[in-house]
């Protein structure tokens, strides 16, 4: 919950937008994730259309997102949560200059 982001279609766009610009995972590693099994079931769930709809509904907040990553004083890292298991969720905003988007 680094970037404040939940489970709903809405937050997903979110998560999914600080990943790609706000993390060190490449468009490599993150396209590797979406073609998992796991990732396409929740597609079909969710339904394209829904998730299209959403999206787009969604393109404002992903503009400031989009901002908001480049104002970060670094990229989070991806593969290296670990090292922040102990460290306050404030904190870790903090360090990071992360504002979250409602």
């Known amino acids: 919950m680094v ?10 766009n979110l998560v999914d937008t600080w990943t790609i610009f706000a ?3 490449t468009l490599r590693e993150y396209w ?6 796991e ?5 079909r769930e969710a339904g394209y ?7 787009v509904r969604d393109i404002p907040k992903l503009f400031r997102l989009f901002y908001r990553s480049r104002k970060m004083t670094r990229k989070w890292l991806w593969w290296d949560i670990d090292l922040y298991m102990d460290t306050s969720l404030d904190e870790i905003r ?3 200059n992360i504002r979250v988007i409602p």
Do not use: N
Request: net charge positive; glycine share 8%.
């Open 23 to 25: 993390t060190t995972c």
């Open 3 to 12: 970037f404040g982001c939940g489970t709903t279609l809405h937050g997903e």
């Open 39 to 43: 990732a396409k079931k929740v597609f």
């Open 32 to 37: 590797s994730y979406v073609k998992l099994p």
């Open 49 to 55: 259309f829904r998730m299209a709809f959403a999206f």
């Open 94 to 96: 903090t360090d990071f």
